[in-house]
């Protein structure tokens, strides 16, 4: 099956700053998500973003399909950003959404 | 607000015993997933349906089952053989409506064996 692999585990950066996380996904994917689960467990969905490139406020992402990896970009970041965020995909085909193992962000005040 | 429910949001299991997880959306989504969540680590597929009165097998289905008898539910039961059951469960409904897609996800359910 697909394997999905997010990069950085930990993150930590003070209030303000800008962040990059990295999905690298094994196969070609027709579904790639972003989630943010918040520290009391809440999933929420952010970007379905299987190539191209999409914005919502502070957040965008990007996928190269071709390449296999998408981005998510966090500025100005706040300390509500903290939690985990999650990428998840899944190749034609198939039903269910494979997750990657998250990343760790912690913003500072 | 459309939404999904899970309950109860915490819940304790002794050694052998069977319990059952809610989930509820009133979102009119066909698809629903359960997912176990173990600490610092990512979801894993329990199992899926796609459509009332079916469901698949995920990734780590031994152990649990499912029913699907109405659009709306779509209820877990950890079975005592289950011998690790100490996670997070999360249910989540899927919408896929020309160009509007993605998942929704319950609160959770936060399930120790005592």
């Known amino acids: 099956g697909i394997q999905v692999e997010q990069s950085p585990p930990d993150l930590i950066l003070q209030e303000g700053a800008n962040s990059t996380l990295r999905c690298n996904f094994s196969d070609s994917v027709n579904n790639l998500q972003w989630f943010h689960q918040n520290p009391w467990g809440q999933l929420i969905n952010l970007f379905y973003i299987p190539s191209g490139t999409k914005q919502n406020g502070r957040l965008s992402a990007t996928t190269v399909a071709t390449e296999r990896y998408s981005l998510l970009y966090i500025s100005s970041s706040q300390t509500t950003d903290s939690g985990v965020y999650f990428c998840?995909?899944?190749?034609?085909?198939?039903?269910?959404?494979?997750f990657g193992q998250g990343t760790r962000l912690t913003i500072n005040p | 607000d459309g939404g999904i429910t899970q309950s109860p949001k915490y819940l304790f299991r002794k050694e052998g015993q069977n319990v059952t997880l809610s989930c509820e959306q009133n979102?009119?989504?066909?698809?629903m997933y359960w997912y176990r969540q173990d600490p610092g680590q990512g979801l894993r597929l329990i199992y899926y349906?796609?459509?009332?009165?079916?469901?698949q097998k995920g990734d780590i289905a031994e152990g649990y089952s499912v029913s699907r008898e109405k659009k709306e539910s779509f209820p877990l039961t950890v079975t005592s053989a289950q011998k690790n059951p100490t996670a997070f469960y999360l249910c989540?409904?899927?919408?896929?409506?020309?160009?509007?897609?993605?998942?929704?996800f319950g609160s959770g359910t936060r399930l120790t064996v005592v």
């Open positions: 998840a995909a899944s190749i034609q085909g198939a039903q269910k959404l494979v």
């Open positions: 989540a409904s899927e919408t896929r409506t020309g160009m509007d897609y993605g998942y929704t």
């Open positions: 349906s796609q459509i009332v009165n079916d469901f």
């Open positions: 979102l009119n989504h066909d698809a």
